[in-house]
């Protein structure tokens, strides 16, 4: 049964004929809602369309209502379907007294309408930011331990993606680069070189579609030559400050190039801050800064590294990432990123860590945001290919899941592909 009517941007619609009309009961998904072919007039208009057939009015007979009154006083009341009998239970069900309990929960969740109407969360798909791996090429490579995930050429492939996205309301999208190893060094140049291929897919795509949110990366990991976040020092030690002040150009980079929300992901202690005031420098006063608050040293993200080819190339990044067994810390980093200026905060990996998530959407007024990583998709994706899951409502279900637990917004390689199953479209 449908369960959510999802409200989509008017301007992600543009040129598209479709519109959500909301509640349509479907045997199949929980999650689903209806899209039709008509245009509508008004930006934000939802029509609910009834679903079953009806037989039509009851014939009139030309009475008044006082005429109709006084046959029911005279006794002749009208005839109406009668009392359905008490459904049968199987042969040899117990016959047992009904426990005199006051609350039976179940009663809420008796009937789709009662579920649809009671339901907590909701999600649409204006909820998702689509996380996208570009590369120089001019075709698209599909990713090994990421099925359906492929590094799309900046000027085609990716652009082609984006356009689908849009068409079910996802107009987010967060960029992640595979460099050329030439153009990897120590320090990690390239990552503010204004020509580079982010600040330059950034302005391909804007110039496209003016109105598409644009999150990107800042850290060093694609362009560092160690694969660490950070600049790493002759004895192994990622240097703080020193990486803190690269961020800082990669950011104003990726601003001038037309970046709407850069998101530091490299755990630099006092980058916000850092980032914020070289924004404000150059001018940048409203490019937002989206926060990895909690960003933890997790296994998940190998699938990731995968694709780009950004694995360390020594060590760990357990000296900068959280530890997975900490709760309290991920408070230590909220109230940071919080008076440093952060505008959103991310909590990473995303369903292993709900209870972070919950813990930051407790202790913060600003948007939550959860990251569902490399290794939570490939395990569903995995898991559904090998029919050992229904891979679909898997997938709604750990969305829905990192909402519920707080989530504003959800970085999910199932962006599109939610999306699609939140209209209906099943592909
Ligand atoms: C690195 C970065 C990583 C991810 C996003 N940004 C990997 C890492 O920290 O090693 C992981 C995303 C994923 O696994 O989907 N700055």
Not at 54 to 61: A, M, S, T, V, Y
Not at 294 to 301: I, M, T
Request: overall charge neutral; some cysteine.
């Amino acid at each position: 049964m449908a369960s959510s009517i999802v409200n989509v941007p008017f301007q992600a619609m543009k040129g598209v004929d479709c519109h959500y009309v909301g509640l349509k009961p479907s045997t199949s998904s929980k999650f689903s809602c209806v899209k039709t072919a008509i245009r509508v007039p008004s930006p934000r208009l939802f029509v609910v369309r009834a679903s079953e057939k009806h037989d039509g009015p009851i014939k009139k007979l030309g009475l008044s209502d006082a005429e109709c009154e006084a046959a029911v006083v005279a006794g002749n009341v009208p005839e109406a379907p009668p009392v359905p009998p008490k459904p049968a239970a199987p042969a040899g069900t117990p016959v047992v007294p009904s426990y005199p309990l006051s609350r039976r929960p179940r009663r809420n969740r008796k009937s789709p309408v009662l579920r649809a109407a009671f339901q907590e969360t909701q999600i649409s798909p204006a909820n998702f930011v689509y996380p996208l791996f570009i590369h120089e090429g001019e075709e698209d490579t599909p990713i090994g331990a990421m099925p359906g995930c492929y590094r799309l050429g900046w000027r085609h492939g990716l652009v082609e993606e984006v356009a689908k996205a849009r068409d079910v309301g996802v107009n987010s999208v967060v960029l992640f680069p595979k460099v050329p190893d030439a153009l990897k060094s120590p320090i990690g140049e390239e990552s503010y070189n204004d020509n580079g291929l982010v600040p330059r897919t950034i302005r391909l795509l804007k110039d496209k579609y003016p109105d598409l949110v644009i999150y990107t990366d800042v850290a060093l990991d694609p362009y560092n030559s160690d694969g660490h976040d950070g600049i790493v020092r002759e004895d192994g030690v990622i240097m703080n400050d020193e990486t803190t002040y690269q961020l800082c150009k990669q950011a104003v980079s990726q601003a001038r190039a037309g970046a709407d929300v850069v998101s530091p992901s490299d755990m630099m202690d006092g980058r916000v801050g850092a980032i914020r005031e070289a924004l404000d420098a150059e001018g940048f006063q409203h490019v937002s800064i989206m926060s990895y608050t909690a960003k933890f040293a997790s296994s998940f993200y190998g699938p990731f590294r995968e694709a780009l080819d950004s694995n360390p190339r020594f060590g760990d990044k357990k000296t900068y990432q959280m530890n997975p067994a900490n709760y309290r810390e991920a408070l230590v980093e909220t109230h940071e990123d919080e008076s440093e200026g952060a505008d959103i905060l991310l909590v990473k990996p995303g369903l292993p860590y709900l209870d972070i998530i919950r813990l930051l959407r407790d202790n913060s007024s600003l948007p939550i945001a959860a990251y569902q990583v490399s290794g939570e998709y490939s395990m569903i994706k995995a898991g559904g290919v090998l029919k050992m899951i229904d891979e679909e409502k898997v997938m709604m279900e750990s969305l829905m899941c990192l909402r519920r637990a707080g989530a504003d917004i959800i970085l999910t390689y199932f962006a599109l592909q939610a999306a699609r199953c939140l209209c209906g479209e099943k592909r």
